[in-house]
């Protein structure tokens, strides 16, 4: 058994000038005044459009993401429907096989720290669950029904695409102190990372 976090990877390159440029001539079709892009007028003209709410503009520039997370965050995550999705199968996946170590891999709970009579609990289920998927495979189950008995812990990893404007909605709900701790310790930083490479679109105050 293999307990790791969570984590992310911006897989889209992004050139940030680049991705102003292009939102700013979707966005000046809509007033025709592709006249007036000059130095600085991206940024400008951006901030005016989502200061109005006028954010079908966004929506024309797309940026993929790398997860890590438990398949309980995931079953949370895809439920943004605009979007695309490629996810590890647990139907196809053998994790018996040499290629993931011949263990499964969770991700440990946000809420229970390492060494504490909680974890141990926690812990002692993730052991019990790999035992069990284990002997299934080997008394001849495939795959896809030996993974009936894998918690919602379990690690899955996955593609996602979302346009900018999903972005700003997806993280306007997954890093809101309400969202779910497993949720927000992957959301929370890359919202940041988010902030960091594209400002203009992400500023709008802490999470």
């Known amino acids: 058994m293999r307990v790791i976090g969570p984590s992310f990877e911006i897989i889209t390159p992004i050139d940030r000038e680049a991705v102003y440029r292009h939102i700013e001539l979707c966005g ?74 011949g263990e499964i891999t969770f991700i440990k709970p946000e809420k229970l720290s390492e060494g504490t009579p909680e974890y141990e609990a926690w812990a002692r289920a993730m052991e019990n669950a790999e035992r069990s ?40 709900l997954r890093t809101a102190p309400a969202a779910h701790p497993d949720m927000r310790a992957v959301a929370c930083p890359l919202y940041e990372k988010f902030k960091e490479l594209l400002p203009v679109f992400f500023e709008e105050g802490e999470r």
């Open 133 to 172: 998927y284990f002997e299934l495979l080997d008394m001849g189950v495939t795959p896809e029904t030996a993974r009936s008995v894998l918690p919602n812990s379990l690690k899955t990893e996955f593609i996602c695409t979302m346009n900018l404007r999903e972005w700003r909605h997806f993280f306007a």
């Open 28 to 101: 000046r079709v809509c007033y025709k005044s592709e006249g007036n892009i000059g130095e600085g007028s991206a940024e400008r003209l951006i901030k005016s459009m989502l200061a109005r709410g006028h954010e079908s503009p966004i929506e024309h520039y797309s940026i993929s993401v790398r997860v890590i997370c438990d398949r309980g965050v995931s079953h949370e995550w895809v439920r943004h429907r605009v979007a695309s999705y490629s996810q590890e199968s647990t139907r196809y996946c053998n994790y018996a096989k040499d290629k993931f170590g």
